[in-house]
C-alpha cells in the first residue's frame, strides 16, 4: 500500500520547516518538496521571539542557532525625551536581566542554507521547480495533482493527499482559487542590511535607563518610533562572523510618516527625529548580495490576506502564502510555528479519519484572532509619537504575549478547540467600523497623555520588568494556569498604577473614568479568584476523543517524540 503523500509548495523557510517537523512528528509520511533552492527572495524575519526559537530548538535546530547566530536579549525601545532632533534623550526599556527562553538575531542566509542542508539528510524529496497548476482531489479522483514545470524545462505531475502552499508572495493557491482579501490597514516597509559601521555611534545616544551589568545592551533589537512609523534595527552575524545590522522603516504614510522608497528617502526622513541612527548608518556601507546586488528591499502596500487557509479537503496555505504580518513584534515565524503544528494536527486527525469541520473552523478562528491582534498593531501608528500611550502599550502586549500566548504554544494548548474557543472570543476580529483605541485602558490613558508635560516621563513603567514570567522555560500545567491568574493580577496592578499617576481633577469626567476604572479592577480581582479556585477553560483541554480535541495530548506533546537529528 502506498504511503501517504503531502506535498509543500516552497522551498523557503517557511516550507523547510513545515517539512523537517512533519517529517519528525508525522514521519508515515511521504514528503515532497517543490521549488527552486536558489531563488532570490525578500529576505525578513531576523527577529525570533522566544515561542519561535523553542520551536527551533525542539526540531533540533539550536546548534546552529548557539553556533552561527547572535543571542537576542530581548526587545528594547526607545521614547524621545521631545520631538528636537538635536536632543539625542531617549527613555530605554529594556530587559532587566537574561530570562531561562533564549531568543536569536538570525542571519537569514545562513539560516536558511542551514535549514536545507538539515532537511537535506532526511528522507525529504525535493523537486527544483515551479508548480504551475493543480487539479483539487474529489470524490472520484482520490488524490490532488500538481502540475510541475521543472528547471531543466521537463514537466512531471506528483500526487498528493495533502498539500501545503507556502509559496510566499506569489500565492499560487490564493490566486488561482480566487481567495484575495483586503486588510483593514495597510502599511509600508523599506529595509537593507549594513555592515563595516562604526558601532559606538550607538552610544552617543543618551539613555535615560536602569543600569545593568547582565549582558551588552547592543545585542537586542532595537526600536525607535516617530509619528506614523517606527525603525528597527537588528544586529546579527555574517557567515564570515562581520557584525552586520538589519535596518528597516515600517511606515502608514497616511498618518504623516514620510514616504521612504529609497535610501536617500530613509536618510531624509529618519534623519528629522533620530539623527543619530543617520550617523550610523553613513558610517557603513550596504552588503551586497551575490551578482553585487545592493542588499536593499522596499515594499509599497504590501499587507494581504485570505478568505480561507484550511480546507477539510487536504490543502492549506500557510506563512507569507497566507498573509504578511507587520514585523513590529517578530510574530511573522512564531506564528509559521503555530500553523506548522495546526496544519499536523489537521492531518492527524484526517488519517484516522476524524477530522471534522468544527476542527478545522477552530483552528481558522485561531488565525482570525491572531488578524484582530494584527488589526490592533495597524493602529498603533496613529500614537506611536505618543510615549505615554506607546510605551504602556507595549508594556500590556508583552504582558498577553509572556503570560497567555506563549504559555499556550509551548504546552500545546493552541491545538485544542476549548482554548481556541476562549481565545477567540477573547481576541474577536471585529470590523474595521467598530474598532477601538488600540491602546489599554483608553480612558485612564487619554487624560495622563495630556497631562504629559506635568507627569515624569521617565518614571514610565519598563515593561520587562513587569511581565516576564521567568520561571517559564518548558511545558507545564500548573504554572500555565498561575500565569493566567497573574495576567489578571497584572492588569489590576497596572490599572492602579496609572490611577495613581494621574493628577485628578473634581469634575464629572475625572470622577466617571477613575470609578469606572475602580469597577474594572473589581470584575479582574474576581476573575483572578475564579481561575484561582475553579480554573479556566482557557487552560482546559477537550477530553480525548472530542471532536475538537487536539490529537497530540497535553503537556508539549506537540513538540515530544521527535527523533533529534544528529
Same mark, same amino acid.
Given at each position: 500500500?502506498? @504511503?501517504?503523500?503531502?506535498?509543500? %509548495?516552497?522551498n #523557503?523557510?517557511?516550507?523547510n520547516l513545515?517539512?523537517?517537523?512533519?517529517?519528525?512528528?508525522?514521519?508515515?509520511?511521504?514528503?515532497?518538496?517543490?521549488?527552486?533552492?536558489?531563488?532570490?527572495?525578500?529576505?525578513? #524575519?531576523?527577529?525570533?521571539?522566544?515561542?519561535?526559537?523553542?520551536?527551533?530548538?525542539?526540531l533540533?535546530?539550536?546548534k546552529?542557532?548557539? +553556533?552561527? $547566530?547572535?543571542?537576542k536579549?530581548?526587545?528594547?525601545y526607545?521614547?524621545?525625551?521631545?520631538?528636537?532632533?538635536?536632543?539625542?534623550?531617549?527613555?530605554?526599556?529594556?530587559?532587566?536581566?537574561?530570562?531561562?527562553?533564549?531568543?536569536?538575531?538570525?542571519?537569514?542566509?545562513?539560516?536558511?542554507?542551514?535549514l536545507?542542508?538539515?532537511?537535506?539528510?532526511?528522507?525529504?524529496?525535493?523537486?527544483?521547480?515551479?508548480?504551475?497548476?493543480?487539479? &483539487?482531489?474529489?470524490?472520484?479522483q =482520490? !488524490? =490532488?495533482?500538481l502540475?510541475?514545470k521543472?528547471?531543466?524545462?521537463?514537466?512531471?505531475?506528483?500526487?498528493? +493527499?495533502?498539500?501545503?502552499?507556502?509559496?510566499?508572495?506569489?500565492?499560487?493557491?490564493?490566486?488561482?482559487?480566487?481567495?484575495e482579501?483586503?486588510?483593514?490597514?495597510?502599511?509600508?516597509?523599506?529595509?537593507?542590511?549594513? @555592515?563595516?559601521?562604526?558601532?559606538?555611534?550607538?552610544d552617543? %545616544?543618551?539613555?535615560?535607563?536602569?543600569?545593568?551589568?547582565?549582558?551588552?545592551?547592543?545585542?537586542?533589537? $532595537?526600536?525607535?518610533?516617530?509619528?506614523?512609523?517606527w525603525?528597527?534595527?537588528?544586529?546579527?552575524?555574517?557567515?564570515?562572523?562581520?557584525?552586520?545590522?538589519?535596518? #528597516?522603516?515600517?511606515?502608514?504614510?497616511?498618518l504623516?510618516?514620510? %514616504?521612504?522608497?529609497?535610501?536617500?528617502?530613509?536618510?531624509?526622513?529618519?534623519?528629522?527625529?533620530?539623527?543619530?541612527?543617520v550617523?550610523?548608518?553613513?558610517?557603513?556601507?550596504?552588503?551586497?548580495?551575490p551578482?553585487?546586488?545592493?542588499?536593499?528591499?522596499?515594499? !509599497?502596500?504590501?499587507?494581504?490576506?485570505?478568505?480561507?487557509?484550511?480546507?477539510?479537503?487536504?490543502?492549506?496555505?500557510i506563512?507569507?502564502?497566507?498573509?504578511?504580518?507587520d514585523?513590529?513584534?517578530?510574530?511573522?515565524?512564531?506564528y509559521?510555528? =503555530?500553523?506548522?503544528?495546526q496544519?499536523?494536527?489537521?492531518?492527524?486527525?484526517?488519517?484516522?479519519?476524524?477530522?471534522t +469541520?468544527?476542527?478545522?473552523?477552530?483552528?481558522?478562528?485561531?488565525?482570525?484572532?491572531?488578524?484582530?491582534?494584527?488589526?490592533?498593531?495597524?493602529?498603533w501608528?496613529?500614537?506611536?509619537?505618543?510615549?505615554?500611550?506607546?510605551?504602556?502599550?507595549?508594556?500590556?502586549?508583552?504582558?498577553?504575549?509572556?503570560?497567555?500566548?506563549?504559555?499556550?504554544?509551548?504546552?500545546?494548548?493552541?491545538?485544542?478547540g476549548?482554548?481556541?474557543?476562549?481565545?477567540?472570543?477573547l481576541? @474577536?476580529?471585529?470590523?474595521v467600523?467598530?474598532h477601538?483605541?488600540?491602546?489599554?485602558?483608553? @480612558?485612564?490613558?487619554?487624560i495622563?497623555?495630556?497631562?504629559?508635560?506635568?507627569?515624569?516621563?521617565?518614571?514610565?513603567?519598563?515593561?520587562?520588568?513587569?511581565?516576564?514570567?521567568?520561571?517559564l522555560?518548558?511545558?507545564?500545567?500548573?504554572?500555565?494556569?498561575?500565569?493566567?491568574?497573574?495576567?489578571?493580577?497584572? &492588569? %489590576?496592578?497596572?490599572?492602579?498604577?496609572?490611577?495613581?499617576?494621574i493628577?485628578?481633577?473634581?469634575?464629572? =469626567?475625572?470622577?466617571?473614568?477613575?470609578?469606572?476604572?475602580?469597577? +474594572?479592577?473589581?470584575?479582574?480581582? &474576581?476573575?483572578?479568584?475564579s481561575?484561582?479556585?475553579?480554573? $479556566?477553560?482557557?487552560?482546559?483541554?477537550h477530553k480525548?476523543?472530542?471532536?475538537?480535541?487536539?490529537?497530540?495530548?497535553?503537556?508539549?506533546e506537540?513538540?515530544?517524540?521527535?527523533?533529534?537529528?544528529?
Amino acid at each position: 500500500m502506498d @504511503k501517504n503523500k503531502l506535498v509543500i %509548495i516552497g522551498n #523557503g523557510i517557511v516550507g523547510n520547516l513545515a517539512a523537517l517537523y512533519l517529517s519528525q512528528k508525522l514521519p508515515e509520511l511521504e514528503i515532497t518538496i517543490i521549488g527552486k533552492s536558489d531563488q532570490r527572495r525578500a529576505i525578513v #524575519g531576523e527577529s525570533t521571539v522566544e515561542l519561535s526559537t523553542h520551536f527551533f530548538e525542539g526540531l533540533g535546530l539550536g546548534k546552529i542557532l548557539e +553556533d552561527k $547566530h547572535y543571542h537576542k536579549y530581548g526587545l528594547t525601545y526607545y521614547f524621545k525625551v521631545n520631538n528636537d532632533p538635536d536632543d539625542t534623550r531617549y527613555v530605554v526599556h529594556e530587559a532587566p536581566g537574561v530570562i531561562r527562553m533564549p531568543a536569536y538575531n538570525l542571519n537569514r542566509f545562513t539560516f536558511d542554507k542551514d535549514l536545507r542542508e538539515t532537511n537535506s539528510r532526511r528522507n525529504i524529496k525535493v523537486i527544483e521547480g515551479v508548480v504551475n497548476d493543480v487539479l &483539487l482531489k474529489t470524490p472520484e479522483q =482520490h !488524490r =490532488h495533482i500538481l502540475s510541475v514545470k521543472m528547471t531543466n524545462g521537463e514537466m512531471t505531475s506528483p500526487e498528493a +493527499d495533502w498539500f501545503i502552499d507556502c509559496s510566499g508572495t506569489r500565492r499560487f493557491l490564493v490566486k488561482k482559487l480566487g481567495l484575495e482579501k483586503s486588510p483593514p490597514y495597510q502599511r509600508s516597509s523599506f529595509w537593507f542590511r549594513l @555592515k563595516k559601521f562604526d558601532r559606538d555611534i550607538f552610544d552617543k %545616544i543618551n539613555v535615560i535607563k536602569k543600569e545593568h551589568h547582565c549582558y551588552d545592551p547592543y545585542y537586542v533589537t $532595537h526600536h525607535f518610533y516617530g509619528k506614523g512609523y517606527w525603525i528597527w534595527m537588528i544586529p546579527m552575524r555574517s557567515p564570515d562572523g562581520e557584525t552586520m545590522m538589519s535596518i #528597516g522603516y515600517t511606515y502608514r504614510p497616511e498618518l504623516g510618516s514620510e %514616504i521612504v522608497k529609497n535610501y536617500d528617502d530613509f536618510i531624509s526622513a529618519v534623519g528629522q527625529d533620530h539623527p543619530t541612527i543617520v550617523e550610523l548608518v553613513e558610517s557603513g556601507e550596504i552588503h551586497r548580495l551575490p551578482g553585487n546586488l545592493p542588499d536593499i528591499t522596499g515594499y !509599497r502596500d504590501y499587507m494581504y490576506e485570505s478568505k480561507k487557509y484550511y480546507s477539510k479537503d487536504g490543502w492549506f496555505i500557510i506563512g507569507d502564502a497566507a498573509f504578511l504580518f507587520d514585523p513590529i513584534n517578530s510574530l511573522g515565524l512564531s506564528y509559521v510555528s =503555530h500553523m506548522i503544528c495546526q496544519v499536523a494536527a489537521i492531518i492527524s486527525k484526517d488519517r484516522t479519519h476524524s477530522l471534522t +469541520d468544527s476542527y478545522i473552523k477552530c483552528h481558522e478562528q485561531h488565525i482570525q484572532s491572531i488578524l484582530s491582534l494584527h488589526d490592533s498593531w495597524g493602529k498603533w501608528y496613529e500614537f506611536m509619537h505618543d510615549p505615554v500611550k506607546m510605551s504602556w502599550t507595549l508594556l500590556m502586549n508583552n504582558m498577553s504575549y509572556f503570560n497567555v500566548l506563549l504559555p499556550a504554544f509551548i504546552n500545546g494548548g493552541f491545538l485544542d478547540g476549548r482554548h481556541i474557543n476562549v481565545f477567540s472570543e477573547l481576541f @474577536k476580529r471585529q470590523p474595521v467600523e467598530m474598532h477601538q483605541a488600540a491602546y489599554p485602558f483608553p @480612558k485612564l490613558l487619554d487624560i495622563l497623555s495630556e497631562q504629559v508635560d506635568e507627569i515624569d516621563l521617565f518614571s514610565t513603567p519598563n515593561l520587562y520588568a513587569k511581565n516576564i514570567p521567568f520561571e517559564l522555560y518548558r511545558a507545564d500545567e500548573k504554572l500555565r494556569k498561575k500565569l493566567l491568574v497573574r495576567y489578571f493580577f497584572k &492588569l %489590576i496592578m497596572l490599572r492602579t498604577s496609572l490611577i495613581r499617576r494621574i493628577k485628578w481633577k473634581l469634575n464629572k =469626567h475625572h470622577m466617571n473614568v477613575l470609578f469606572s476604572a475602580l469597577g +474594572d479592577n473589581l470584575t479582574d480581582m &474576581l476573575r483572578m479568584v475564579s481561575v484561582r479556585l475553579f480554573s $479556566h477553560d482557557m487552560v482546559k483541554y477537550h477530553k480525548s476523543g472530542s471532536p475538537d480535541a487536539t490529537p497530540f495530548g497535553q503537556d508539549g506533546e506537540f513538540m515530544k517524540f521527535i527523533k533529534k537529528i544528529d
